[in-house]
């Protein structure tokens, strides 16, 4: 499902110079498979989803989503691939202000298939528990709340993997469990494969396979041996 090879990418710091934040030899995930990346802060876990979603483009290094390589793609194609093949559950949510939750969820769909499928988004968003907030603006729902409906976008389109970074970062821990068991139940109904970032032990040990950035980032290999 997922192939990553040797994955490189840096950032220009202000005074011209090059940051190396990743560099990844190889990464893989299978179909339907359900795995959690866990590491220190700024130690480019954010940057490695992104360069997997295609959001960033990594400086060299290969990318395969659904035997679909997209890194030889451009933009637009990225993006393409994006909307059809991927979920993301971004930390801060990303939902439109102006837009209900059920709104949110059907203007995902646009993305890829250009349709609405209005059965689709209702029957999310009844699954994450939110039947009776459908016509809520974000403005009107519980941090908890936005969460689901970001959860319930994400899936909407039937992706082949889906990405999701903190889900819980900003939810109380009374609801942070709820969060990881809809988006592992959703996965597992639907054979999605899962790549969780997390900072949390709890959320961790949930899962039978727990990658840490550290083991296969050779970027912080190397910090780590000159440190």
Same mark, same amino acid.
């Given at each position: 499902?997922?192939?990553?090879?040797?994955?490189?990418?840096?950032?220009?710091?202000?005074?011209?110079t090059s940051l190396p934040i990743?560099?990844?030899?190889?990464?893989?995930?299978?179909?339907?498979?359900?795995?959690?990346?866990?590491?220190?802060?700024?130690?480019?876990k954010t940057t490695f989803l992104?360069?997997?979603?295609?959001?960033?483009?990594?400086?060299?290094?290969?990318?395969?989503?659904?035997?679909?390589?997209?890194?030889?793609?451009?933009?637009?194609?990225?993006?393409?691939?994006?909307?059809?093949?991927?979920?993301?559950?971004?930390?801060?949510?990303?939902?439109?202000?102006?837009?209900?939750?059920?709104?949110?969820?059907?203007?995902?769909?646009?993305?890829?298939?250009?349709?609405? &499928? !209005?059965? /689709?988004?209702?029957?999310?968003?009844?699954?994450?528990? %939110?039947?009776?907030?459908? +016509?809520?603006?974000?403005? @009107?729902?519980?941090?908890?709340?936005?969460?689901?409906?970001?959860?319930?976008?994400?899936?909407?389109?039937?992706?082949?993997?889906?990405?999701?970074?903190?889900?819980?970062?900003?939810?109380?821990?009374?609801?942070?469990?709820?969060?990881? &068991? !809809?988006? /592992?139940?959703?996965?597992?109904?639907?054979?999605?494969? %899962?790549?969780?970032?997390? +900072?949390?032990?709890?959320? @961790?040990?949930?899962?039978?396979?727990?990658?840490?950035?550290?083991?296969?980032?050779?970027?912080?290999?190397?910090?780590?041996?000159?440190?």
């Amino acid at each position: 499902m997922l192939n990553v090879t040797n994955l490189k990418k840096a950032f220009k710091l202000p005074d011209g110079t090059s940051l190396p934040i990743l560099h990844i030899p190889e990464f893989h995930l299978d179909a339907a498979e359900q795995a959690v990346l866990v590491g220190q802060s700024g130690g480019g876990k954010t940057t490695f989803l992104h360069c997997i979603a295609g959001i960033t483009a990594p400086d060299s290094g290969k990318v395969e989503i659904d035997s679909i390589e997209t890194t030889r793609l451009s933009e637009a194609g990225r993006d393409r691939v994006r909307a059809a093949k991927l979920g993301y559950v971004f930390q801060t949510f990303n939902l439109l202000s102006g837009f209900t939750a059920l709104e949110n969820v059907r203007l995902g769909m646009t993305f890829a298939s250009g349709r609405h &499928d !209005l059965k /689709r988004a209702t029957d999310l968003l009844n699954r994450v528990g %939110l039947g009776e907030r459908l +016509h809520h603006k974000p403005g @009107a729902l519980s941090v908890g709340q936005q969460q689901r409906v970001a959860v319930a976008r994400a899936l909407a389109n039937r992706p082949k993997l889906l990405l999701t970074d903190e889900p819980t970062a900003n939810i109380d821990p009374a609801n942070q469990q709820t969060i990881i &068991d !809809l988006i /592992r139940e959703c996965c597992q109904a639907e054979g999605i494969a %899962l790549l969780m970032v997390t +900072h949390s032990s709890e959320v @961790a040990g949930q899962f039978d396979r727990v990658e840490s950035l550290s083991d296969f980032n050779q970027v912080l290999e190397t910090a780590s041996a000159e440190a």
